[in-house]
């Protein structure tokens, strides 16, 4: 069936240092990728979504590409903020109406 | 931006009661879901729904659990009977239908279950 991994349980930086959430997927069909983010007892928000091969997306500053070559979507930002500090979830679907599929989260805690 | 209403946002239940969660989705859409999630963790598929059916629904999906969204109302997930491991936030979500708009899921607040 689908998958999708994040290595990293918990990434931990100094406001203002660049970040790197690792995520790749396994499936057979052609995927939507999304990152997600989830504040502390918040709903999971949409962040980024692709389904687009080599095309950068971006959003309030964090930025991914969809790899389908490496079958990977990193999550990245140039200099972290204090209120980025959340649960960030990487997920896939398959088709419209179709199951989100998550990854087991990053954690990321940015201290000031 | 659309938003999914949950009520309520907490449930205390002693285990054996039903409980049902209940969804307000966003109000064109047409395909729902269950999600849960423990305690921060990964959020796990429950159930889709489309067109008053069931589209798909995953080994969490016990057979004490049903989903049903009478009359275009509230979509709700009811449990009977509830046991101990159904303590989780479950997260309702609604996508549209039609090209790339059906693949982006909006997420309510939760609803915090505790079952004693």
């Known amino acids: 069936g689908d998958s999708v991994t994040q290595t990293e349980g918990l990434v931990t930086l100094t406001k203002g240092l660049p970040v790197m959430l690792n995520c790749t997927y396994q499936?057979?069909?052609?995927?939507?990728l999304f990152w997600y983010v989830q504040h502390l007892n918040e709903a999971p928000k949409l962040l980024l979504k692709?389904?687009?091969?080599?095309k950068r997306t971006e959003h309030q500053g964090f930025y991914a590409t969809l790899h389908k070559s490496s079958s990977s979507f990193h999550l990245q930002k140039s200099s972290v903020q204090l209120s980025d500090s959340a649960l960030y979830f990487c997920?896939?679907?398959?088709?419209?109406?179709?199951?989100?599929?998550f990854g087991s989260g990053t954690r990321l805690l940015v201290s000031p | 931006g659309p938003k999914v209403l949950q009520i309520p946002s907490h449930q205390i239940i002693d285990m054996g009661q039903m409980v049902t969660l209940n969804c307000d989705p966003v109000?064109?859409?047409?395909?729902f879901y269950w999600y849960k999630q423990i305690l921060g963790q990964q959020m796990e598929f429950l159930v889709n729904?489309?067109?008053?059916?069931?589209?798909?629904k995953s080994k969490l999906f016990k057979d004490q659990f049903s989903v049903e969204r009478p009359d275009g109302s509230y979509f709700t997930l009811k449990i009977q009977p509830t046991a101990l491991e159904d303590s989780a936030v479950y997260f309702c979500?609604?996508?549209?239908?039609?090209?790339?708009?059906?693949?982006?899921?909006?997420f309510g607040p939760g609803t915090r279950l505790t079952v004693l």
């Open positions: 979500a609604s996508s549209s239908t039609g090209g790339a708009l059906s693949y982006e899921q909006y």
């Open positions: 499936t057979t069909y052609s995927p939507f």
């Open positions: 692709s389904s687009t091969d080599n």
């Open positions: 997920a896939l679907s398959r088709t419209g109406g179709y199951k989100v599929v």
């Open positions: 109000s064109n859409h047409l395909y």
């Open positions: 729904f489309y067109n008053g059916k069931v589209m798909e």
